[in-house]
């Protein structure tokens, strides 16, 4: 195996993913610009977006992440909002845009279609919660987008394979393929519930922190390939799965969790650098299975699956957000009267992604009857077009739309207020604690360190609060932000002196490494990097 290909894909997506990080333009967009300027470069590997890899290997820790960096009280209180998009949207959206697309190309059957809608209904999890977060979108709004593009493909790959199933010849009618979507999706909750509370338990017992990230490596995996073994959503046990113990992380080992943060965060970083660039690189593979067709008469037929897919969207929304309030006095008892803003930019953050071209790429090249699918190429390419479309034009306008509209944003100064409030009943009730412990004779300390333990809770408590006061003239600091910048710099010359001591063979090395990891522990509780 030619292992080069990977370790330049790896590295030239990794590295303008960082570049992107300079740039207004979203990464994911970038990344997407870059694979297509470069995939006719001579001397470039042929890269081929292959779904036996992507799905079962590249979903997974993908949705994995998304799913325990979101919050589950958060989602179970938009749950109607979440739903309605994930399950009622992805199907109305195979269903409208199949049934457009039959009607629009000539002779292309129905079922054939239908696959073609499945495939581009659901929107991407990484491009909207990217743009979402940067440009620093309400909360609710977030967690609607988050919500949706946790559950959306699992029901689009369902609906897919029932419509693949229709389309080769295989399916039983439309009670059969109901059967199926529901046995699919009902079985996929049904083994994340299964696994999730054994999970959570190994993960609270397991004492060691590299045997407990190396089962949080596999659980994404496991979990899947189960679910996939019984028939059901392996999605769908995923999220199931990550949102039980991502509500439930406090529990484990900080230590673990500490390392847990790290190696997910770099493995989310990698993976989706690499997917993106790939969904970019696809361009000459794609193109070059529309032999048979006019440049004029693919490009009308890629924009009219562009556009149907953009209005379908905001067909959906707007009746979504309205309806259950004009029929349910609670629902508007309940909930403010939404403007026509945030369903208009829920609508128009609908970018598709790497799961639409690696379930196109799944179609089978063949029918039971004999005889090549209906259509796959013109498929396949229909599905580029849309991603790029929709990340492009989407991807690129969303900041600016967000902008021009006046969303409110997250209200940083009432989120630091809020904060500063728990940190202070935390702090209270951690000094209480100790002023109980201090008077066991069990728990004897010499007066320094008693203060010293005193000290570093009234230092947590007053560095919330530091945020919200005045600013250094000189610098533009907070009293926070110097008092960490000033540790950082007394860490750092503690450190210098230890290697030096190193060098000097006064210390080995391993006592240079306790010696360190000591400091680094110091310095990341003294200071918390800006994400």
């Not at 740039?23 to 297509?36: D, E, I, R, S």
């Not at 693949?164 to 009670?175: D, F, I, K, N, T």
């Not at 629902?331 to 939404?338: G, L, Q, S, T, Y």
Request: aromatic residues 8%; negative net charge.
């Amino acid at each position: 195996m030619d292992v080069l290909p990977l370790l330049l894909l790896v590295a030239g997506s990794t590295a303008v993913a960082g570049a992107a990080r300079r740039t207004p333009v979203p990464a994911p967009l970038l990344l997407v610009t870059a694979g297509l300027l470069v995939s006719y470069v001579p001397g470039v590997p042929h890269y081929t977006l292959d779904p036996e890899i992507v799905l079962p290997m590249v979903l997974p820790p993908l949705l994995y992440t998304a799913a325990m960096d979101s919050s589950y009280l958060d989602l179970r209180a938009q749950v109607r909002s979440v739903a309605l998009l994930s399950v009622g949207y992805t199907l109305f959206a195979t269903l409208a845009v199949g049934w457009a697309v039959h009607l629009v190309v000539p002779d292309l059957p129905l079922t054939a279609a239908l696959v073609l809608g499945a495939v581009v209904a659901p929107p991407d999890a990484v491009a909207a919660t990217t743009v979402a977060r940067r440009v620093g979108l309400p909360s609710r709004i977030t967690t609607i987008l988050q919500g949706e593009s946790l559950v959306n493909d699992a029901t689009a790959i369902t609906a897919y394979r029932v419509a693949v199933a229709a389309a080769v010849g295989e399916s039983a009618g439309p009670l059969h393929a109901g059967a199926e979507f529901l046995v699919a999706s009902l079985g996929g909750v049904a083994v994340g519930l299964v696994l999730m509370v054994p999970l959570h338990w190994l993960r609270t017992h397991l004492r060691e922190p590299l045997l407990q990230n190396t089962l949080s490596l596999l659980i994404p995996f496991a979990a899947y390939a189960l679910a996939e073994y019984a028939h059901a959503s392996g999605v769908l046990a995923v999220v199931v799965v990550a949102l039980y113990l991502g509500h439930h992380s406090w529990q484990v080992d900080f230590a673990t969790r500490l390392q847990e943060d790290a190696v997910w965060k770099m493995v989310a970083f990698v993976l989706e650098s690499a997917v993106f660039a790939l969904i970019g690189l696809q361009l000459p593979l794609v193109v070059g299975g529309l032999g048979e067709y006019h440049a004029g008469q693919v490009l009308w037929y890629a924009l009219a699956v562009f556009l149907l897919v953009v209005a379908t969207r905001f067909v959906w929304t707007y009746p979504a957000v309205h309806l259950p309030r004009l029929l349910s006095r609670r629902v508007r008892a309940r909930e403010p009267d939404p403007t026509w803003k945030g369903p208009f930019v829920v609508a128009w953050a609908g970018m598709r992604g790497v799961v639409s071209l690696a379930v196109a790429f799944s179609i089978p090249h063949g029918v039971h009857e004999g005889g090549s699918f209906p259509y796959r190429n013109l498929i396949l390419f229909l599905t580029f077009t849309t991603v790029i479309g929709t990340l492009v034009l989407q991807g690129l306008t969303l900041p600016a739309l967000i902008r021009l509209l006046r969303l409110p944003g997250r209200d940083a100064r009432a989120e630091t207020l809020l904060e500063a409030q728990a940190q202070n009943a935390a702090s209270e009730a951690a000094e209480h604690r100790l002023d109980a412990l201090l008077t066991d004779p069990r728990n004897a300390l010499p007066e320094p360190l008693a203060d010293r333990l005193r000290a570093v809770l009234e230092r947590r408590r007053n560095a919330v609060w530091e945020r919200l006061g005045t600013v250094n003239p000189e610098t533009g600091e907070s009293v926070d932000d110097t008092y960490r910048r000033l540790a950082r710099t007394v860490i750092a010359s503690e450190r210098e002196v230890f290697v030096a001591l190193r060098d000097q063979r006064h210390i080995d090395d391993e006592m240079l490494r306790d010696l360190l990891r000591r400091l680094d522990l110091e310095e990341a509780a003294a200071y918390r990097e800006d994400e």
